[in-house]
């Protein structure tokens, strides 16, 4: 199957600080990206959806200044956690979608993100 | 506003056993169902899909049923085992967006 590898797997950062997070689409395409979020025991929260060569659209409650989402390339999309506070604390999570049909959605393996 | 319900309280089972999760929805009208599984800390792995034309549909010791009338999915993982511990997502679909349920809790006993 299609494969997308996220980078880095966890970080830790100070409050006030940015961190950016990559994700791949390693063998495939993909020109629509999806950003989730998730808490503990919670489900996956869709915050935006990244558009290569366009703006993301974001979610609604989402702050788009807060959560900055680059796709400037077709196996490429960052995330970027901007003045990151302790409750942005979370499991960051991108899938892209199968390249042959809108169907099957392929995950990346995840960021955990602690802010201190 | 769509929702969608998965079993909060965790399912413990015995090797060997059939576990059965379930999905309900509500204000929604998916196109096709899918069912992933989702381990500690890492993203979810697609397991089967099933569209809104299908009744059943099955892969190895999977089985995944829609019902469209009831709005609810059932997902069967017979003859199980230890390694099929893990967190089950049920995930709605019906343009572009993929809308998740909140996951139960599988723990296989040996």
Same mark, same amino acid.
């Given at each position: 199957g299609a494969?997308? &590898?996220?980078?880095?797997?966890?970080?830790?950062? %100070?409050s006030g600080t940015s961190v950016k997070i990559e994700c791949r689409s390693l063998d495939?395409?993909?020109t629509t990206m999806f950003w989730y979020r998730q808490f503990p025991k919670q489900s996956l929260m869709l915050m935006a959806t990244s558009n290569e060569g366009s %703006?993301?659209?974001y979610e609604q409650g989402v702050e788009k200044d807060k959560f900055l989402i680059n796709h400037a390339s077709l196996?490429? &999309?960052?995330l970027t956690v901007t003045s990151a506070h302790p409750e942005d604390s979370s499991f960051y999570i991108c899938s892209a979608r199968a390249p042959r049909g809108n169907t099957e959605a392929f995950f990346g393996q995840g960021t955990r993100l602690t802010v201190v | 506003s769509q929702k969608i319900e998965q079993n909060s309280e965790a399912l413990n089972i015995q090797e060997?056993? =059939?576990a059965t999760l379930t999905c309900n929805y509500t204000n929604y009208s998916p196109a096709y169902l899918q069912w992933y599984r989702q381990d500690p800390g890492r993203g979810p792995v697609f397991l089967l899909l099933i569209r809104e034309n299908e009744k059943e549909k099955r892969k190895e010791r999977l089985k995944v049923t829609f019902d469209t009338t009831l709005k609810q999915s059932l997902?069967?993982? =017979?003859a199980s085992q230890p390694a099929d511990s893990a967190t089950y997502l049920c995930a709605l679909a019906g343009g572009f967006k993929t809308i998740f349920g909140a996951g139960t809790r599988l723990f296989v006993k040996a």
């Open positions: 494969v997308v &590898s996220q980078h880095p797997s966890w970080v830790i950062c %100070k495939f395409q993909a %703006k993301a659209t196996t490429l &999309s960052t | 060997g056993k =059939t997902f069967h993982i =017979t």
